[in-house]
């Protein structure tokens, strides 16, 4: 849930509810339905923010969902999170901005290994065209004004 509105919006859901109402085939259901989502994803993370934050400020789980949002939705629709959540905010966050200290992966419980996986998040989130393209707005966004 990424705002308030939508924690709402669960609570109404969950409140007209009742408990034991899902069947086998509802839980069979769910199970693929996880199955297929996980059979897409690039990276298994989970969002949880344990390995956060990077002496470099590289935003990891960020950079690892729109990765996966890259398969799980559309290249664009991935590439164009990346931009925006990462790419455009006052101090950049790239992944690439990773010099490979090892310390988040300490702390992963699901042991991804973040610095192998940064580096091909980056490579696909951001080709040629993308950098160019960031690089222009970024100027736009923070240039000094007098
Ligand atoms: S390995 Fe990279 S991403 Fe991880 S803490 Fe070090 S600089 Fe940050
Ligand atoms: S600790 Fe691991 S699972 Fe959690 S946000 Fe970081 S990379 Fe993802």
């Known amino acids: 849930m990424n705002s308030v509105e939508m924690v709402k919006e669960n609570c109404k859901?969950?409140?007209l509810s009742e408990t034991n109402i899902f069947t086998h085939d509802d839980f069979d259901l769910l199970e693929e339905i996880k199955a297929a989502i996980k059979e897409n994803e690039k990276v298994g993370?989970?969002?949880c923010r344990y390995c956060m934050p990077c002496s470099k400020g590289v935003d990891i789980p960020g950079t690892f969902?729109?990765?996966n949002e890259m398969y799980t939705e559309s290249k664009h629709q991935g590439r164009f999170q990346y931009a925006q959540t990462v790419g455009?905010?006052?101090?950049p966050a790239f992944a690439s901005q990773c010099i490979e200290?090892?310390?988040c992966e300490q702390?992963?419980?699901q042991g991804i290994p973040?610095?192998?996986k940064l580096k091909e998040a980056d490579k696909a989130l951001r080709p040629l065209p993308y950098k160019i393209g960031i690089n222009?707005?970024?100027?736009?966004?923070?240039?000094?004004t007098r």
């Open 13 to 15: 859901t969950a409140s």
């Open 45 to 47: 993370c989970t969002g």
């Open 65 to 67: 969902r729109s990765y």
């Open 88 to 91: 455009l905010t006052k101090e």
């Open 101 to 103: 200290c090892g310390k």
């Open 107 to 109: 702390h992963c419980p």
């Open 114 to 116: 973040i610095r192998q």
């Open 136 to 144: 222009i707005v970024r100027k736009f966004m923070f240039r000094k």
